[in-house]
């Protein structure tokens, strides 16, 4: 159920994305997050026009505007998951970034993202 943002929300200077569709925070009216486990909000800006935020887009809008949704047992990862994120996705994206390999350091990091569980 979508829930109008609280008024400390309401003005979030910033933008935020979904795919290729850029849209200023501060334009948005109401935000769902009810589907944030399978990595989906469903955005409603003030023009009318809906939008759904997927995948990494949705997360990156949760911790802007509304981090509480990502804590708690909402969305959970197993134990040790970003372990491998941060210790081999990291170092690599950097090593492959310095001979200007950045779509193999792009690549790695991106592919070491831990997945919520539930979410293939």
């Not at 769902?32 to 997927?54: A, C, N, P």
Request: proline share 8%; hydrophobic share 50%; aromatic share 10%.
């Amino acid at each position: 159920m979508p829930s109008p943002l609280t008024p400390a929300h309401q003005h979030v200077p910033g933008f935020a994305k979904a795919g290729t569709l850029v849209f200023a925070l501060d334009n948005i009216a109401t935000a769902d997050f009810s589907s944030i486990e399978q990595l989906q909000v469903r955005v409603v800006l003030k023009t009318g026009q809906e939008i759904l935020v997927e995948e990494i887009d949705a997360m990156e809008l949760a911790m802007r505007i509304k981090p509480s949704v990502l804590e708690s047992r909402r969305l959970r990862w197993p134990r040790w998951t970003w372990v491998l994120h941060n210790m081999v996705g990291h170092p690599l994206l950097q090593v492959l970034a310095l001979f200007k390999r950045y779509k193999w350091a792009f690549w790695v990091h991106d592919a070491t993202v831990p997945r919520p569980l539930g979410k293939k």
